[in-house]
């Protein structure tokens, strides 16, 4: 299941923080940029002159940009198969939730 995600502000944060704190509770998750560059202006909305300058300035895949002026250039993957359980997902569900949810609503 792809996704990005966004912090109690409605902010987008960036693949690569995400899953530094999912390893961090030992969860593994696929991310990663958006390699193919006429898919990632698409979904990214970006402009040409956008992609020109972030291919000048190394903004390349396996790079560790997630964000370009709050706009996600990767996503976060997650895959549940048949030896996942309830556990697994809780303690994904958790990770969200103390680092990306407002408390106070």
Same mark, same amino acid.
């Given at each position: ?24 509770? =030992? *969860?593994? $998750?696929?991310?990663? @940029? ?35 002026? =709050? *706009?996600? $250039?990767?996503?976060? @993957? ?28």
């Amino acid at each position: 299941m792809p996704f990005d995600g966004k912090d109690a502000q409605g902010c987008f944060v960036g693949f690569v923080e995400v899953g530094r704190l999912a390893v961090m509770a =030992g *969860i593994t $998750l696929h991310m990663g @940029r958006f390699c193919n560059l006429g898919a990632s202006q698409r979904w990214s909305h970006l402009d040409t002159k956008d992609t020109i300058m972030l291919s000048s300035i190394e903004y390349t895949c396996g790079n560790d940009h997630g964000l370009f002026n =709050g *706009i996600p $250039l990767g996503s976060l @993957r997650i895959s549940f198969g048949a030896m996942a359980n309830k556990v697994d997902i809780d303690m994904f569900c958790d990770v969200l939730v103390r680092y990306y949810c407002n408390r106070s609503l």
